[in-house]
């Protein structure tokens, strides 16, 4: 599945805006940024990024997915395996 920066980018802040039930959302955002961004929240947006890009996360990914950009760096690891 190819995909490109803007509409990662825009997917991306979708699911955290509806996930995390907020307004706004800076694409720089980490865990430390957010206060929604607890263990539960994580989980959260790990199941939304898994449905929305059709994929399968390794649990050993979850622990290093703590930023946005880590975030989008590992969607794009695996999109590209596809």
């Known amino acids: 599945m190819a ?3 803007n509409e990662l980018d825009v997917k ?3 699911i955290f805006l509806r996930v995390f039930e907020i307004d706004e959302i800076n694409l720089d955002s980490s865990v430390d ?3 929604e961004w607890d263990s539960f929240g994580h989980f959260e947006i790990i199941m939304a990024i ?3 890009f059709n994929i399968k996360l390794e649990l050993s990914d979850f ?3 703590t930023s946005i ?3 989008k ?3 794009l690891e ?3 395996e596809q």
């Open 63 to 65: 622990s290093k997915m």
């Open 73 to 75: 760096n590992k969607i």
């Open 33 to 35: 940024d957010l206060p």
């Open 78 to 80: 695996y999109l590209d």
């Open 3 to 5: 995909i490109n920066t």
């Open 12 to 14: 991306l802040e979708e």
């Open 69 to 71: 950009p880590k975030i």
């Open 50 to 52: 898994e449905k929305e």
